[in-house]
């Protein structure tokens, strides 16, 4: 299937809003508080020129795939030593949306079902779903959009009628900047991930349009991601905020209104769970589609099995200590391990430039 750029635009919105607008607001309120909106504006911008690198790449690689074509940049090893990296993070950036999405879920529901039985279900799921390939999940990425769409529209006309408007000049008149920088390199960690969009080639062309809905990608994750900041400290001030784990879910139940607006949490929860669901099946594609050029399988569905049913295993153990799990989140290192995996279409660009081959439109070798 040749997917076109305003459908990847789609798919985009919903694998980079997954994580963020669930995980990504109250450590960024606990850091930074009010300024939360610097760091949010600038890694959105920096996450632009990894847009760039990308592009750059995917227009350089004309259609090839890319766990091949990397090879003419990087060399042979160099690319085979990245796209083994790649495997275990994909992998192990599954566990974690799984046990962070049942740790979630059985705060609300199920409290007496053991996680094992939870992440094995969710560990199906995700296998069947990739399975299904990348022309599945771009179809349910572009029904899922249309209501996170409607959503972020409801967001924005319910919840501004409770918020307390008179915290607005705390956003500008708090000067405490010393947690803006570490701030800036977690929203990076969060939705900096451009560089995934080279493992869909050649279903993908990256010319111009594919730029451009790249770029609105990131400006409406962006935008949805203050928005949901700001209305979440409006509507409980920067203390309690600061101590709220889910705070969209926290936004919905605590609105003034009745009925179905106010009883709307398990519609958010089924559309994120199919969002969450959608973002990691796409990683099991992408640690597949790595592991399959390095051992050279041309069958790829025995190594969906094995990423999967790795990933599952892996979230097993970290339900078993909740704590290290937590702890291991917010670490340094952790954070930028992240962002080093999220830079990889910069070195590449770089090593590119030095080598002198940046301005050729296809490489042969």
């Given at each position: 299937?040749?997917?076109?750029?305003f459908?990847?635009?789609?798919?985009a919105?919903?694998y980079?809003?997954?994580?963020?607008?669930?995980?990504?607001i109250?450590?960024?309120?606990?850091?930074?508080?009010y300024?939360?909106w610097?760091?949010?504006?600038?890694?959105?911008?920096?996450?632009?020129?990894?847009?760039?690198?990308?592009?750059?790449?995917g227009k350089?690689a004309?259609?090839?795939?890319?766990t091949?074509?990397?090879?003419k940049?990087?060399?042979?090893?160099?690319?085979?030593?990245?796209?083994?990296?790649l495997?275990?993070w994909?992998?192990?950036?599954?566990?974690l949306?799984?046990?962070?999405?049942?740790?979630?879920?059985?705060?609300?529901?199920?409290r007496?079902?053991?996680?094992?039985?939870?992440?094995?279900?969710i560990g199906i799921?995700?296998?069947?779903t990739?399975?299904?390939?990348?022309?599945?999940?771009?179809?349910?990425?572009?029904?899922?959009f249309?209501?996170?769409?409607?959503?972020?529209?409801?967001?924005?006309v319910?919840?501004?009628?409770?918020?307390?408007?008179?915290?607005?000049?705390?956003?500008v008149?708090n000067?405490d900047?010393?947690n803006?920088?570490?701030?800036v390199?977690?929203?990076?960690?969060?939705?900096?991930?451009?560089?995934i969009?080279?493992?869909?080639?050649?279903?993908?062309?990256?010319?111009k349009?594919?730029?451009?809905?790249?770029?609105?990608?990131?400006?409406?994750?962006?935008?949805?991601?203050?928005?949901?900041?700001?209305?979440?400290?409006?509507?409980f001030g920067n203390?309690?905020?600061?101590?709220?784990k889910?705070?969209?879910?926290?936004?919905?139940?605590?609105?003034?209104?009745?009925?179905?607006?106010?009883?709307?949490?398990?519609?958010?929860?089924?559309?994120?769970?199919t969002s969450?669901i959608?973002?990691d099946?796409?990683?099991?594609?992408?640690?597949?589609?790595?592991?399959?050029?390095?051992?050279?399988?041309?069958?790829?569905k025995?190594?969906?099995?094995?990423?999967?049913?790795t990933?599952?295993?892996?979230?097993?153990?970290?339900?078993?200590?909740?704590t290290?799990?937590?702890?291991?989140m917010?670490?340094?290192?952790?954070?930028?391990?992240?962002v080093?995996?999220?830079g990889?279409?910069?070195?590449?660009?770089?090593?590119?430039?030095?080598?002198?081959?940046?301005?050729?439109?296809?490489?042969?070798?």
């Open positions: 299937m040749r997917t076109t750029s459908q990847i635009f789609r798919f919105c919903i980079m809003l997954t994580m963020p607008l669930a995980f990504m109250p450590p960024l309120i606990v850091t930074s508080g300024l939360g610097i760091a949010v504006l600038i890694g959105g911008t920096i996450n632009f020129g990894l847009i760039l690198c990308t592009y750059q790449l350089m004309s259609g090839q795939a890319w091949a074509f990397g090879e940049i990087s060399g042979k090893w160099g690319h085979r030593a990245v796209l083994l990296i495997v275990f994909s992998v192990y950036y599954v566990s949306d799984m046990e962070q999405f049942t740790m979630f879920y059985r705060s609300a529901y199920m007496e079902t053991p996680d094992w039985f939870l992440l094995l279900l799921v995700i296998l069947i990739a399975r299904w390939g990348f022309s599945t999940l771009v179809y349910i990425a572009d029904g899922t249309i209501v996170i769409l409607l959503g972020i529209i409801f967001i924005l319910i919840f501004t009628g409770d918020a307390n408007y008179q915290m607005l000049p705390a956003f008149t000067h900047f010393h803006v920088f570490s701030d390199i977690s929203v990076i960690s969060w939705n900096g991930e451009w560089f969009f080279l493992f869909i080639m050649p279903q993908l062309k990256f010319d349009n594919t730029l451009r809905n790249l770029l609105l990608a990131n400006s409406l994750v962006i935008f949805a991601v203050l928005l949901t900041w700001l209305l979440v400290l409006l509507n203390h309690y905020a600061s101590q709220l889910y705070p969209v879910l926290q936004l919905i139940r605590s609105t003034s209104f009745t009925g179905l607006i106010g009883n709307a949490d398990p519609l958010f929860i089924g559309l994120w769970a969450m959608v973002h099946a796409f990683l099991i594609y992408v640690g597949v589609t790595c592991l399959g050029h390095l051992l050279k399988f041309k069958e790829n025995p190594l969906i099995t094995l990423l999967a049913g990933a599952t295993v892996a979230a097993v153990q970290y339900s078993r200590n909740t290290l799990f937590q702890k291991d917010t670490e340094l290192g952790f954070i930028s391990f992240w080093m995996i999220n990889i279409p910069l070195y590449y660009v770089l090593i590119a430039f030095l080598r002198g081959r940046l301005g050729r439109k296809k490489l042969r070798g």
